[in-house]
């Protein structure tokens, strides 16, 4: 008589799931046709790690440190490469740049603080322009103008001299003297950049920007660019004023519109403000557009220089795209 093998009742009852459900009591275990351990397939390139692994553990080590070397090295340089990239908005904060928030009046850089008010930082010196003042002024033109009035504003000496008393004249100089002081007091509050708005210390930024990076200024200091072999030197016009419309004045007046909506849009309210938001954007591709220009005319020269040091610029300012988010 032939033995009885068991097998499955139907292909119902068949279940190809490594962990099957816990079937009915009515209802028998169906078996399993999957292997109890399952290997994933590897690629030829891990299989080929897995042997050198096992065949020289000394020379897999030594692969791996290389390659953890190798992954620091990159990271490292990766960081200095970010550096140098700079912010496509700010650049690198430079203390001429950061002299644009007092229009060159205050001495030392503002600090973060704390709650408690105590600074988190040093303040860093930065440069002054005290000879600016508000209203398009020069200390030079408020002194002479305080010495003129001084004269005018003095009284005359009376020409009764001998009848008149000496110590009436004693009282109108003192008087003098004291409203001619508070007249100067009242003079510097006004035209001082310290209590002025922000349009006021704008063009006052301009006035340093021309003083900095003009060419009736810059020229005979800084070093020209090299010709080219076979070109002939280009004789310049003779300039008829102060230079306003070179290149990189252009491009620092930008800096400085630029570095006044940027800080306004990082505040608290500035995501809501789509307009300046755009306006940013717009100086930025303006910016970006002077700045390639410049270095296709300027690269080489003690002007370029100049200005990519003092205001800070890196390639993200005029490299690749700019994008404002």
């Keep these: 008589m032939p033995p009885r093998i068991p097998g499955p009742q ?5 279940t190809l799931c490594l962990r ?3 079937a009915a009591a009515s209802r028998p275990i169906a078996p399993s046709f999957q292997p109890l351990i399952q290997r994933a397939t590897l690629t030829q390139k891990e299989k080929e790690k897995l042997r050198i692994a096992k065949q020289d553990p000394y020379r897999w080590k030594q692969a791996q440190q290389r390659r953890n070397r190798n992954l620091e090295r990159q990271s490292v340089l990766q960081v200095d490469r970010d550096v140098a990239w700079g912010d496509p908005v700010f650049g690198h904060i430079t203390p001429f740049v950061e ?9 030392v850089s503002e600090v973060r603080k ?3 008010g105590n600074p988190l930082e040093e303040p860093r010196p930065l440069p002054t322009s005290t000879h600016v003042l ?22 005359l000496p009376s020409r009764a001299g001998v009848l008149q008393d000496k110590g009436l004249d004693l009282i109108e100089e003192k008087e003098h003297e004291e409203r001619h002081k508070r007249a ?11 209590n002025a708005s922000s349009k006021d210390k704008r063009h006052a930024n301009i006035r340093r920007i021309v003083e900095t990076f003009g060419r009736h200024e810059t020229d005979p200091v800084l070093r ?11 004789i310049e016009k003779v300039r008829g ?19 006044v909506l940027a800080k306004m849009l990082a505040s608290k309210k500035g995501n809501k403000d789509k307009h300046n938001k755009k306006n940013l954007r717009l100086l930025l591709h303006r910016r970006q557009k002077l700045l390639k220009y410049m270095e296709r005319r300027e690269r080489g020269s003690g002007r370029w220089e100049h200005m990519i040091e003092t205001l800070g610029l890196t390639p993200a300012t005029w490299k690749k795209q700019i994008e404002i988010r």
């Design 99 to 107: 002299s644009f928030d007092s229009g060159g009046q205050s001495p």
């Design 241 to 259: 004023g102060p230079d306003t419309g070179s290149s990189e004045v252009q491009i620092a007046i930008l800096t400085a519109k630029i570095r």
């Design 224 to 234: 020209q660019k090299p010709l080219a072999e076979g070109q002939e030197e280009r």
């Design 10 to 14: 139907g292909l119902m009852s068949m």
């Design 184 to 194: 100067v007091e009242a003079l510097h509050r006004i035209t001082t950049l310290e």
């Design 134 to 155: 508000n209203y398009q002024l020069t200390k030079e033109e408020l002194d002479a103008a305080i010495a003129e009035s001084y004269k005018l504003t003095k009284p």
């Design 20 to 22: 099957p459900a816990a």
């Design 114 to 116: 704390d709650d408690d």
